[in-house]
């Protein structure tokens, strides 16, 4: 549960984007809802970057936070052997960037889960002696056995457990497939970890599934990406450990109150990335649920909600939705509102006011679109069905070019040829690495912010 002092809570702010404005008979209302957390107390949002002798805390400051690594041990890890090597290398360059009073464990991570550092299911507390005996203990890991990555959750979740900290955190690198455990165990680990810590997740190389690892960020609330090639896994991981340095206070739930009579059709989280937190809704009341957010440091964050409201006459207004941040408090008591906004319906006879579309609504509907195109186009070219995976990934590059997507264009280009972006016209490459597949199949969900 978060535990802190006033002084170290990041200011939030919410504000609400939308067209307010429906015809007769109109009932749904879209809004965009952006969050913004700025200047908390802990590192003041900005991630302390390593030094010599390793980072320290601001002074008179306590590090609230865990954070344990689980490394991919499993015997495919020894194909190229450079694949262990490089692992180790990032582990030892992320403990290299833990501040001074986090709490950290390493893993290694088999059809077994067994502690590297330190061991005897307890956390170290990172200086510069503990971080150089965690970079020793590396030594000891080498590739063998299979791949049980529920094991390695559970096991991080009980160590993360001994921690009196607001922020709990993992890092979990694979590099082949979950063959050891069934997908019921897996989830069944999801399901038991999600909410108790936040977790990114990395495949390395191109013999691990796509959907396992993102589906592992998704459960967790953190990020998943690919590193096809192992020698980049330092920097990912010291990048990976510094945006967990930064992260000021946890458990934030989005909260949404609607009046009687209003049904919410979904919440997405639309920036950075696509996520839908529709199904993760937890009762908070008469009419309200909370959507959990995770962790948050100095940062900006986009959701998109749909409401439907009952049909009302003209001139007619009323509150469709009200929007706040929610931080709970310890001991189960009343929760902290950290910040609030609200979603308007209002019938009007003007035309041209009811039909317009509000820019940043337009923008995130092309996001969550392109997202879903991009796997619908990747699934019809594996099952064979060229066809459709022209028209879906065509209409990809369309929304990528529209938008201003240059990262998803680029990786989009990859696997088609562009004849023209603006039509959506392409054809398929007839060779593909599967990197390039992976990397667009991995990164699909990451959006651009709307130009406001």
Known sequence: MAKFS??????????????AYLPEGGREVNAIVTVTSTGGGTTGGVPLAPTAGGPSAVPGQRADAAVVIMVDCSGSMDYPPTKMRNARDATAAAVDTLRDGVSFAIVDGTHVAREVYPGGGRLAVADARTREQAKQSLRALSAGGGTAIGTWLRLADRLLA????????????????NEHESAADLKAALDACAGRFTCDARGVGTDWEVKEVTGIASAMLGTADIVADPAGLAEDFTRMMANAMGKEVADVALRMWTPVGVEIAFVKQVAPTVEDLTPRRTEAGPRAGDYPTGSWGDESRDYHVCVRVPEAGIGQEMLAARISLILPAPGGGTPEVLSQGLVRAVWTEDLSASTSINPQVAHYTGQAELALVIQEGLNARKSGDFDGATAKLGRAVQLAASSGNADTAKLLSKVVDVVDAATGTVRLKAKVADADEMTLETRSTKTVRVKK
């Open 6 to 19: 006033k002084s170290s809570v990041p200011r939030f702010s919410v504000d609400v984007y939308q067209n």
């Open 162 to 177: 001994t921690a009196d900290v607001t922020i709990r955190h993992g890092i979990l690198l694979t590099d082949g497939r």
